[in-house]
């Protein structure tokens, strides 16, 4: 079936450090993978996506790159600030069977 | 635009007793979710509705887990008995057409954090 496998959190950067939290799934066919992120006290969000191989998603200076080769969505951003302080959630979904899969979640802290 | 609205935030109540959640989705969207997000896991799918109609609860356990969407808008999440496995936040989304995230985006509310003592 379909998986999603997450970077173990929690993860605490120094202001302006460069992120990466790492992202693989499994799953038949060709997938769309997402990044999801939850501030402090609210909902989910969407944050980028990639729709087929070798696509870019970029969002707020975040850009995650599907990589059918190695089965990775990682996400990076190269200066962090302390408002990116979140929960982030990668996803994936499977046309066909119609399921967003998500992974375990990885905790981000930034500090001044 | 307003956005996905549920109540409570926060339910405490003891093993065996029932609860209800309440969403009120984006108005126009077709189809509404219920996610369950247990502590350090992601979103697990319980239900998903198109219009009033039930698309996906193969991870729904219907015998304690109920939902229903009267009228294509609003819907309600029941739990009858409750147990401590059930403590977690559960999520409502909803997205504008028939539940393809390839190519369209779910928006979710704040959750109801629920504990189960």
């Known amino acids: 079936g379909n998986s999603v496998t997450q970077m173990e959190g929690p993860v605490t950067l120094s202001e302006e450090a460069f992120l990466t939290i790492n992202c693989t799934y499994t799953a038949t066919g060709y997938p769309s993978l997402f990044w999801y992120v939850q501030y402090p006290g609210e909902g989910l969000q969407l944050l980028l996506k990639a729709t087929k191989a070798d696509d870019k998603g970029s969002n707020k200076g975040f850009e995650a790159t599907y990589r059918k080769e190695t089965t990775s969505f990682h996400l990076e951003k190269g200066s962090v600030q302390v408002s990116d302080s979140a929960v982030y959630f990668c996803?994936?979904?499977?046309?066909?069977?119609?399921?967003?899969?998500f992974g375990t979640g990885t905790r981000l802290t930034i500090i001044p | 635009e307003a956005g996905v609205a549920q109540s409570p935030r926060y339910k405490i109540i003891e093993k065996r007793q029932s609860v209800a959640f309440w969403c009120n989705p984006i108005?126009?969207?077709?189809?509404l979710y219920w996610y369950q997000q247990i502590l350090g896991q992601g979103p697990k799918l319980l239900i998903q509705?198109?219009?009033?109609?039930?698309?996906?609860d193969s991870q729904l356990p219907k015998d304690r887990f109920s939902a229903e969407r009267l009228k294509g808008v609003d819907s309600t999440l029941k739990i009858q008995p409750a147990k401590l496995e059930d403590s977690a936040v559960y999520l409502c989304?909803?997205?504008?057409?028939?539940?393809?995230?390839?190519?369209?985006?779910?928006?979710f509310g704040q959750g109801t954090r629920l504990t189960v003592v």
């Open positions: 989304a909803s997205s504008l057409v028939g539940g393809s995230w390839f190519d369209t985006e779910a928006f």
């Open positions: 996803a994936l979904f499977r046309p066909g069977n119609e399921k967003l899969t």
């Open positions: 108005s126009g969207h077709a189809t």
């Open positions: 509705f198109q219009n009033n109609g039930v698309v996906d």
